[in-house]
T-cell receptor, first 114, second 114 residues
Framework: DAGVIQSPRHEVTEMGQEVTLRCKPISGHDYLFWYRQTMMRGLELLIYFNNNVPIDDSGMPEDRFSAKMPNASFSTLKIQPSEPRDSAVYFC????????????FGPGTRLLVL | GQNIDQPTEMTATEGAIVQINCTYQTSGFNGLFWYQQHAGEAPTFLSYNVLDGLEEKGRFSSFLSRSKGYSYLLLKELQMKDSASYLCAVSFPRLTGGGNKLTFGTGTQLKVEL
């Protein structure tokens, strides 16, 4: 059974360029989460969706960041324009509705903005 | 946001036992997770506690005291492969709009030595 799939696994871009990160959640999961991880700030929740609807985007740092979930099997996180301080590992996670709320993480996208 | 405190790093000897502590604000608490994250990899689920007491799963155990806002992860018979970051994550109700939100601590980097 495939886990959460993310692409690309690594991205190197120049400041000012648009970056699009992609995520395919585990089939049947109702929730999808986007996180950012840095050494300084740890793992931070950016936004999460329930049944494809954005529920909480309070963690999105600024208007340069946007996320969409057009269907149950695909989501994107876009940064436009990118800046060096956006360099981080971006994780996507998904889970099923239920009491345990266990989230399953994808392998992450390592983003470097030069 | 919710404050979650755990030690930054710990060192232990192969074969020994180590306890990693986590404290959090108690108001509105739903449940507590422990995740393991090896360098360069995604976090993986270890345990979930919602009731007071000890949950044992092989070499790993997790304890929770809801009234004290305290949890620990106990690792027995340490192996070199246990060297990783251990993340404490707490589920709290969202301030607005309903639903829950998972907030991660910054993680405890465990180094297992010979």
């Amino acid at each position: 059974d495939a886990g959460v799939i993310q692409s690309p696994r690594h991205e190197v871009t120049e400041m000012g360029q648009e970056v699009t990160l992609r995520c395919k959640p585990i089939s049947g999961h109702d929730y999808l989460f986007w996180y950012r991880q840095t050494m300084m700030r740890g793992l931070e929740l950016l936004i999460y969706f329930n049944n494809n609807v954005p529920i909480d985007d309070s963690g999105m740092p600024e208007d340069r960041f946007s996320a969409k979930m057009p269907n149950a099997s695909f989501s994107t996180l876009k940064i436009q324009p990118s800046e060096p301080r956006d360099s981080a590992v971006y994780f996507c996670a998904s889970r099923m509705e239920g009491l345990r709320e266990t989230q399953y993480f994808g392998p992450g996208t390592r983003l470097l903005v030069l | 946001g919710q404050n979650i405190d755990q030690p930054t790093e710990m060192t232990a000897t192969e074969g020994a036992i180590v306890q990693i502590n986590c404290t959090y604000q108690t108001s509105g608490f739903n449940g507590l997770f422990w995740y393991q994250q090896h360098a360069g990899e995604a976090p993986t689920f270890l345990s979930y506690n919602v009731l007071d007491g000890l949950e044992e799963k092989g070499r790993f155990s997790s304890f929770l005291s809801r009234s004290k806002g305290y949890s620990y992860l106990l690792l027995k018979e340490l192996q070199m492969k246990d060297s990783a970051s251990y993340l404490c994550a707490v589920s709290f109700p969202r301030l607005t709009g309903g639903g829950n939100k998972l907030t991660f601590g910054t993680g405890t980097q465990l180094k297992v030595e010979l």
